[in-house]
T-cell receptor
């Protein structure tokens, strides 16, 4: 398996623009997580899905952020409108067992810079 | 809310020595504790999981301990090598809760 695949790897955009980050989880994994990593705050959980259904979105910072999982092999994280404070590395991770006791497999991340 | 504390200062260690990292958590004790390795520009990679009823877990040159009384996990890298240089993150998890929160990580630099 190719692992968790994220795109784009790097994105530079201007404040106010819409940003869409994409993730393809490992086939057969029922859980998908979106994290954001910054130097100040470390790795923060934004939202996670189980069987394509959003279970906990309490980490989503505000209404400008939205995430979808239309099928088992694809998820998006959208920021509209983007702001400079959204600059971070966004990771997608998947697991077969759940975050409780399951090994999370991370993608390589999407580095977002908002000017 | 639960706090996860890892030393923010990088650990510089001579090759061949044992590196020891600490993960402290507050409030209630987790059912499991996971450790991950992260290299610059890469995503975290799972290393080990220890359960609350396990005192110690080993994998090759890695050893993890879990002390629920002290609310602490220790992560050891024995016979450290320059290739072990990375940031190591701990992540406690709880029964019935799939939210996996991470500490900020502790950087290790192994000096040849």
């Amino acid at each position: 398996d190719a692992g968790v695949i994220q795109s784009p790897r790097h994105e530079v955009t201007e404040m106010g623009q819409e940003v869409t980050l994409r993730c393809k989880p490992i086939s057969g994994h029922d859980y998908l997580f979106w994290y954001r990593q910054t130097m100040m705050r470390g790795l923060e959980l934004l939202i996670y899905f189980n069987n394509n259904v959003p279970i906990d979105d309490s980490g989503m910072p505000e209404d400008r952020f939205s995430a979808k999982m239309p099928n088992a092999s694809f998820s998006t994280l959208k920021i509209q409108p983007s702001e400079p404070r959204d600059s971070a590395v966004y990771f997608c991770a998947s697991t077969a067992v759940g975050g409780e006791a399951g090994e999370l497999f991370f993608g390589e991340g999407s580095r977002l810079t908002v000017l | 809310s639960q706090k996860i504390e890892q030393n923010s200062e990088a650990l510089n260690i001579q090759e061949g020595k044992t590196a020891t990292l600490t993960c402290n958590y507050t409030n209630y004790s987790p059912a499991y504790l996971q450790w991950y390795r992260q290299d610059p520009g890469r995503g975290p990679v799972f290393l080990l999981l220890i359960r609350e009823n396990e005192k110690e877990k080993r994998k090759e040159r890695l050893k993890v301990t879990f002390d629920t009384t002290l609310k602490q996990s220790l992560f050891h890298i024995t016979a450290s090598q320059p290739a072990d240089s990375a940031t190591y993150l701990c992540a406690p998890s709880y029964y019935g809760n799939n939210r996996l929160a991470f500490g900020k990580g502790n950087q290790v630099v192994v000096i040849p």
